[in-house]
């Protein structure tokens, strides 16, 4: 059903295409729900089409695949996401990769949900940063 309402149209504006996504189709869902029982499997396949071999896109492949990514985007997302435990959990992997997104750590709109977070003052307090 939610493929319907995808394939229906209204999805084409840039900047309101993530939050048509959200409300629409995914119904606010998060990764996090994906484990919770009963919850949906999804497989996500691909080809490597120059191996000519099938290529399964787990969570093992996502962590292979993703980690030279900066951290610190990532944190971002999930708190925005209000997925604090995910939040600190790349921020402390942003922190030990020095990474640079970090100089705007207290000024940055998409973690101000993690500020009412006995972690973030710890964190904060860690980075040399506190008031």
Known sequence: MNLVKALGGG?????TFSAWLDKN???GATFADFRKTPGPRVWINASDIYNRTPFIYGEAAFIALCSDLAAYPIA????RRGEFDAA??????AYAQRDGG???????????SLHGDSRWGAFLKRMRLED
């Open 11 to 15: 999805v084409n504006e840039v900047r």
């Open 25 to 27: 189709l995914f119904e």
């Open 76 to 79: 971002e997302a999930h708190s």
């Open 88 to 93: 600190f959990e790349w921020l402390e992997r």
């Open 102 to 112: 970090l100089v705007g750590v207290k000024m940055s709109p998409l973690l101000r």
